[in-house]
Protein backbone atom coordinates (compact mmCIF):
# COMPACT_ATOMS: atom_id res chain seq x y z
CA UNK A 1 0.00 0.00 0.00
CA UNK A 2 1.08 3.54 -0.28
CA UNK A 3 2.22 5.13 2.44
CA UNK A 4 0.22 8.33 3.77
CA UNK A 5 1.81 11.74 2.46
CA UNK A 6 1.72 14.44 4.90
CA UNK A 7 -1.86 17.22 4.81
CA UNK A 8 -2.15 20.34 4.01
CA UNK A 9 -5.18 22.11 4.34
CA UNK A 10 -6.52 25.93 4.89
CA UNK A 11 -7.93 26.46 8.04
CA UNK A 12 -11.09 25.34 8.43
CA UNK A 13 -12.01 28.29 11.05
CA UNK A 14 -11.66 30.72 8.21
CA UNK A 15 -12.30 28.55 5.08
CA UNK A 16 -13.70 31.13 2.75
CA UNK A 17 -13.38 31.03 -1.17
CA UNK A 18 -10.89 33.31 -1.23
CA UNK A 19 -8.95 32.38 1.61
CA UNK A 20 -8.71 29.07 0.05
CA UNK A 21 -7.83 30.11 -3.25
CA UNK A 22 -4.35 32.41 -1.62
CA UNK A 23 -4.04 28.83 0.06
CA UNK A 24 -3.66 27.08 -2.99
CA UNK A 25 -1.86 30.06 -4.78
CA UNK A 26 0.44 29.57 -2.04
CA UNK A 27 1.38 26.02 -2.69
CA UNK A 28 1.73 26.56 -6.30
CA UNK A 29 4.56 28.89 -4.71
CA UNK A 30 6.23 26.01 -3.72
CA UNK A 31 5.21 23.21 -6.38
CA UNK A 32 3.35 22.01 -3.48
CA UNK A 33 0.26 20.21 -4.95
CA UNK A 34 -2.61 19.23 -1.95
CA UNK A 35 -5.39 16.75 -2.22
CA UNK A 36 -8.89 17.73 -2.87
CA UNK A 37 -11.66 17.40 -0.26
CA UNK A 38 -12.38 13.56 -2.11
CA UNK A 39 -8.78 12.55 -2.22
CA UNK A 40 -8.05 13.19 1.08
CA UNK A 41 -7.03 8.91 2.02
CA UNK A 42 -4.86 6.70 0.23
CA UNK A 43 -6.98 3.77 -0.21
CA UNK A 44 -10.40 2.47 0.32
CA UNK A 45 -12.21 -0.20 0.74
CA UNK A 46 -14.05 -1.46 -2.41
CA UNK A 47 -17.26 -1.61 -0.65
CA UNK A 48 -17.32 2.26 0.00
CA UNK A 49 -16.75 3.51 -2.89
CA UNK A 50 -19.87 4.70 -4.09
CA UNK A 51 -19.45 7.52 -1.54
CA UNK A 52 -16.47 8.75 -3.54
CA UNK A 53 -18.38 9.79 -6.74
CA UNK A 54 -15.83 12.00 -8.23
CA UNK A 55 -13.38 8.84 -8.50
CA UNK A 56 -15.01 7.42 -11.69
CA UNK A 57 -13.65 4.77 -13.92
CA UNK A 58 -11.36 5.60 -16.50
CA UNK A 59 -10.40 2.15 -18.24
CA UNK A 60 -9.71 -1.39 -17.47
CA UNK A 61 -6.15 -2.62 -17.18
CA UNK A 62 -4.43 -6.06 -17.67
CA UNK A 63 -5.37 -6.49 -14.08
CA UNK A 64 -8.02 -4.09 -11.99
CA UNK A 65 -9.81 -0.89 -13.75
CA UNK A 66 -7.64 2.45 -13.53
CA UNK A 67 -9.98 5.35 -11.86
CA UNK A 68 -9.43 9.05 -11.93
CA UNK A 69 -10.82 11.93 -9.73
CA UNK A 70 -12.68 14.54 -11.54
CA UNK A 71 -11.67 16.73 -9.58
CA UNK A 72 -8.01 17.03 -9.09
CA UNK A 73 -7.48 14.75 -12.00
CA UNK A 74 -5.17 12.15 -10.01
CA UNK A 75 -5.71 8.32 -10.62
CA UNK A 76 -6.24 5.47 -8.71
CA UNK A 77 -5.96 1.73 -9.30
CA UNK A 78 -8.75 -0.97 -8.50
CA UNK A 79 -7.75 -4.02 -7.73
CA UNK A 80 -8.64 -6.98 -9.60
CA UNK A 81 -10.47 -8.49 -6.73
CA UNK A 82 -12.19 -5.38 -5.88
CA UNK A 83 -11.72 -5.02 -2.08
CA UNK A 84 -9.57 -1.88 -2.42
CA UNK A 85 -8.84 0.76 -4.75
CA UNK A 86 -5.56 2.67 -3.93
CA UNK A 87 -4.61 5.99 -5.02
CA UNK A 88 -1.32 6.20 -7.06
CA UNK A 89 1.02 8.39 -6.52
CA UNK A 90 1.82 11.10 -9.13
CA UNK A 91 5.59 10.10 -9.60
CA UNK A 92 4.55 6.38 -10.01
CA UNK A 93 2.37 6.71 -13.11
CA UNK A 94 4.89 6.33 -15.73
CA UNK A 95 5.97 2.99 -14.18
CA UNK A 96 2.11 1.88 -14.10
CA UNK A 97 1.08 2.85 -17.64
CA UNK A 98 4.42 0.72 -18.43
CA UNK A 99 3.39 -1.87 -16.18
CA UNK A 100 -0.31 -1.92 -17.78
CA UNK A 101 0.79 -2.37 -21.52
CA UNK A 102 3.97 -4.73 -21.39
CA UNK A 103 3.57 -8.28 -21.22
CA UNK A 104 6.14 -9.17 -18.34
CA UNK A 105 6.25 -13.13 -18.54
CA UNK A 106 8.95 -15.22 -16.75
CA UNK A 107 10.65 -17.86 -18.94
CA UNK A 108 10.44 -21.79 -17.71
CA UNK A 109 14.31 -22.10 -16.76
CA UNK A 110 13.82 -18.69 -13.99
CA UNK A 111 10.41 -20.25 -13.01
CA UNK A 112 12.21 -23.43 -12.39
CA UNK A 113 14.28 -21.72 -10.37
CA UNK A 114 11.94 -19.77 -8.37
CA UNK A 115 9.89 -22.63 -7.99
CA UNK A 116 12.43 -23.65 -5.76
CA UNK A 117 12.91 -21.07 -3.52
CA UNK A 118 9.38 -20.67 -3.03
CA UNK A 119 7.65 -17.18 -2.67
CA UNK A 120 5.64 -15.30 -0.22
CA UNK A 121 1.98 -14.81 -1.28
CA UNK A 122 0.59 -10.86 -0.11
CA UNK A 123 -2.22 -11.88 2.25
CA UNK A 124 -4.99 -10.63 -0.48
CA UNK A 125 -2.87 -12.88 -2.92
CA UNK A 126 -2.31 -9.53 -5.39
CA UNK A 127 1.36 -10.70 -5.86
CA UNK A 128 3.98 -13.34 -4.62
CA UNK A 129 7.47 -12.16 -3.77
CA UNK A 130 10.40 -14.32 -4.38
CA UNK A 131 13.94 -13.38 -2.85
CA UNK A 132 17.09 -14.34 -4.90
CA UNK A 133 20.27 -13.11 -6.90
CA UNK A 134 19.28 -11.47 -10.09
CA UNK A 135 21.80 -11.17 -13.02
CA UNK A 136 20.90 -8.07 -15.48
CA UNK A 137 21.14 -8.37 -19.10
CA UNK A 138 23.59 -6.27 -18.76
CA UNK A 139 25.66 -9.05 -16.00
CA UNK A 140 25.17 -6.39 -13.25
CA UNK A 141 24.48 -8.66 -10.39
CA UNK A 142 22.20 -7.88 -7.28
CA UNK A 143 22.59 -10.66 -4.17
CA UNK A 144 19.18 -9.19 -2.60
CA UNK A 145 16.51 -8.43 -5.61
CA UNK A 146 12.38 -9.62 -4.94
CA UNK A 147 10.84 -11.25 -8.14
CA UNK A 148 7.04 -9.88 -8.17
CA UNK A 149 4.71 -11.97 -9.32
CA UNK A 150 1.73 -9.60 -9.36
CA UNK A 151 -1.87 -8.40 -10.28
CA UNK A 152 -1.09 -4.66 -9.42
CA UNK A 153 1.03 -1.90 -10.92
CA UNK A 154 4.20 -0.54 -9.05
CA UNK A 155 3.00 2.14 -6.79
CA UNK A 156 3.41 0.70 -3.60
CA UNK A 157 6.94 -0.53 -1.67
CA UNK A 158 9.82 1.69 -2.71
CA UNK A 159 11.09 4.14 -4.57
CA UNK A 160 10.60 4.40 -8.62
CA UNK A 161 14.43 4.02 -8.89
CA UNK A 162 14.16 0.20 -7.60
CA UNK A 163 11.21 -1.10 -9.89
CA UNK A 164 13.05 -3.35 -12.69
CA UNK A 165 10.86 -5.68 -15.08
CA UNK A 166 10.91 -9.53 -15.64
CA UNK A 167 12.42 -8.55 -19.57
CA UNK A 168 15.61 -6.91 -17.50
CA UNK A 169 16.25 -10.68 -16.15
CA UNK A 170 18.83 -12.61 -17.34
CA UNK A 171 19.69 -15.30 -15.04
CA UNK A 172 18.02 -16.03 -11.33
CA UNK A 173 19.93 -17.77 -8.52
CA UNK A 174 19.68 -18.52 -4.87
CA UNK A 175 20.80 -15.78 -2.68
CA UNK A 176 22.98 -16.46 0.45
CA UNK A 177 20.84 -13.58 2.10
CA UNK A 178 17.57 -15.22 1.34
CA UNK A 179 15.77 -16.25 4.41
CA UNK A 180 14.41 -19.72 3.77
CA UNK A 181 11.16 -20.59 2.68
CA UNK A 182 9.44 -21.56 6.34
CA UNK A 183 11.41 -18.89 8.23
CA UNK A 184 9.58 -16.30 5.37
CA UNK A 185 6.06 -18.29 5.89
CA UNK A 186 6.30 -17.62 9.21
CA UNK A 187 7.57 -14.25 9.28
CA UNK A 188 4.19 -13.33 7.19
CA UNK A 189 2.34 -15.06 8.68
CA UNK A 190 3.34 -14.11 12.54
CA UNK A 191 0.18 -11.52 13.79
CA UNK A 192 1.12 -8.18 14.67
CA UNK A 193 1.30 -7.48 18.78
CA UNK A 194 2.08 -3.90 18.71
CA UNK A 195 2.71 -0.92 16.24
CA UNK A 196 4.15 -2.79 13.16
CA UNK A 197 5.96 -5.40 15.84
CA UNK A 198 5.23 -9.28 14.57
CA UNK A 199 7.95 -11.30 15.58
CA UNK A 200 9.74 -14.46 14.34
CA UNK A 201 11.68 -16.15 16.43
CA UNK A 202 15.13 -17.55 14.54
CA UNK A 203 18.63 -18.84 15.24
CA UNK A 204 21.22 -19.84 13.47
CA UNK A 205 23.87 -22.04 13.44
CA UNK A 206 25.76 -21.41 16.45
CA UNK A 207 21.99 -21.33 18.12
CA UNK A 208 22.64 -17.40 18.64
CA UNK A 209 18.92 -16.50 18.51
CA UNK A 210 17.75 -13.37 17.33
CA UNK A 211 14.14 -12.34 16.46
CA UNK A 212 12.87 -11.39 12.73
CA UNK A 213 10.86 -7.42 13.79
CA UNK A 214 8.81 -8.12 11.21
CA UNK A 215 7.77 -10.21 7.85
CA UNK A 216 11.28 -10.54 6.39
CA UNK A 217 12.73 -12.34 3.22
CA UNK A 218 16.60 -11.23 3.39
CA UNK A 219 18.91 -11.69 6.74
CA UNK A 220 22.30 -9.73 6.78
CA UNK A 221 23.30 -8.97 10.58
CA UNK A 222 26.58 -8.38 11.46
CA UNK A 223 28.24 -11.26 9.17
CA UNK A 224 25.06 -13.94 9.44
CA UNK A 225 22.89 -14.10 6.17
CA UNK A 226 19.66 -15.38 5.36
CA UNK A 227 20.94 -18.92 4.86
CA UNK A 228 22.56 -19.48 8.55
CA UNK A 229 18.94 -18.86 9.90
CA UNK A 230 16.21 -21.20 10.60
CA UNK A 231 13.42 -21.01 12.97
CA UNK A 232 13.95 -21.58 16.89
CA UNK A 233 10.35 -21.89 18.24
CA UNK A 234 10.77 -19.06 20.54
CA UNK A 235 7.62 -17.29 21.79
CA UNK A 236 8.20 -14.83 24.25
CA UNK A 237 11.06 -12.98 25.67
CA UNK A 238 12.23 -12.05 22.68
CA UNK A 239 16.12 -11.44 21.92
CA UNK A 240 17.79 -9.40 19.33
CA UNK A 241 15.23 -7.47 17.16
CA UNK A 242 16.59 -7.31 13.70
CA UNK A 243 14.52 -4.99 11.33
CA UNK A 244 14.18 -6.61 7.58
CA UNK A 245 16.94 -6.41 5.63
CA UNK A 246 15.63 -4.27 2.55
CA UNK A 247 16.37 -5.36 -0.92
CA UNK A 248 17.93 -3.71 -3.68
CA UNK A 249 15.47 -4.10 -6.24
CA UNK A 250 11.93 -5.20 -7.32
CA UNK A 251 11.90 -7.44 -10.43
CA UNK A 252 7.99 -7.28 -11.90
CA UNK A 253 6.30 -9.94 -13.79
CA UNK A 254 3.06 -10.97 -14.18
CA UNK A 255 0.27 -12.97 -12.57
CA UNK A 256 -0.50 -16.23 -13.97
CA UNK A 257 -2.69 -19.01 -13.41
CA UNK A 258 -1.24 -21.45 -11.18
CA UNK A 259 1.66 -19.26 -9.85
CA UNK A 260 0.19 -19.63 -6.95
CA UNK A 261 0.11 -23.08 -6.06
CA UNK A 262 3.59 -23.29 -7.98
CA UNK A 263 5.60 -20.75 -5.87
CA UNK A 264 4.14 -20.79 -2.54
CA UNK A 265 4.02 -24.45 -1.34
CA UNK A 266 7.74 -24.72 -0.88
CA UNK A 267 9.35 -26.69 1.86
CA UNK A 268 12.72 -24.68 2.96
CA UNK A 269 15.30 -25.61 0.69
CA UNK A 270 18.21 -25.57 3.56
CA UNK A 271 19.33 -28.54 5.27
Known amino acids: MPQNEIKLQPNCDNDSPSNTMKFREFLKIFKINPRCRNCQVDSIHGSLLDHFPNIQPLEPWKFGHL ?10 FLHENKRFIDRIPDKMMPLTHHWNKTPLTLNAS ?4 LKGIGGVAEYYQNYIMVPCCVKKMSDEQ ?3 ALVLISKQPPYFLCKPQMIH ?15 PFDVRKASSEKEELSMGFAPTGVKDKTEIEYTLHCESHFFDYKGV ?22 PQSYYFADWFDGCDQMLTGRRSTQS
Open 110 to 113: TLEV
Open 225 to 246: KGEDIVLSGREKKWRKNVLPTP
Open 67 to 76: YQCSTCSRFW
Open 142 to 144: QDK
Open 165 to 179: WADEIKEVTLSPFAL
